[in-house]
């Protein structure tokens, strides 16, 4: 079964930083365009960021520039999503996701979801 697990959430204060994993259990994930996701309580699932496996091309939402950055490390079969000033407006659960196509995860529609992560911004 492919499995992808998140890790690296918390309870932080506003402008600090978290850095989530991803570890993948297949090396199949190697070729896939990995991202993340986020949803808040209430609130719709949205896009958050993504990177291709061939050129490493990046690909953010626009209130995460600038704050967050995606990596991937192919050998490990892990993404990463470093995440610095941290905001209240970031409070969210993050899911990996990931997909052969870098489309399907720009819509919104990877072919596979991690199980989340928490990620809570305090005052």
């Known amino acids: 079964q492919v499995q992808l697990v998140e890790s690296g959430g918390g309870l932080v204060q506003a402008g600090d930083s978290l850095r989530l994993s991803c570890a993948a259990s297949e090396r199949t994930f190697s070729r896939y365009t990995m991202g993340w996701f986020r949803q808040a309580p209430g609130k719709e699932r949205e896009f958050v960021a993504a990177?291709?496996?061939?050129?490493?091309?990046?690909y953010y939402k626009d209130s995460v520039k600038g704050r967050f950055t995606i990596s991937r490390d192919n050998a490990k079969n892990t993404v990463y999503l470093q995440m610095n000033s941290l905001k209240l407006e970031d409070t969210a659960v993050y899911y990996c996701?990931?997909?052969?196509?870098?489309?399907?995860?720009?819509?919104?529609?990877?072919?596979?979801w991690g199980q989340g992560t928490q990620v809570t911004v305090s005052s």
């Open positions: 990177i291709t496996w061939g050129t490493g091309i990046t």
């Open positions: 996701a990931g997909d052969p196509k870098t489309m399907n995860l720009r819509i919104g529609a990877p072919d596979y």
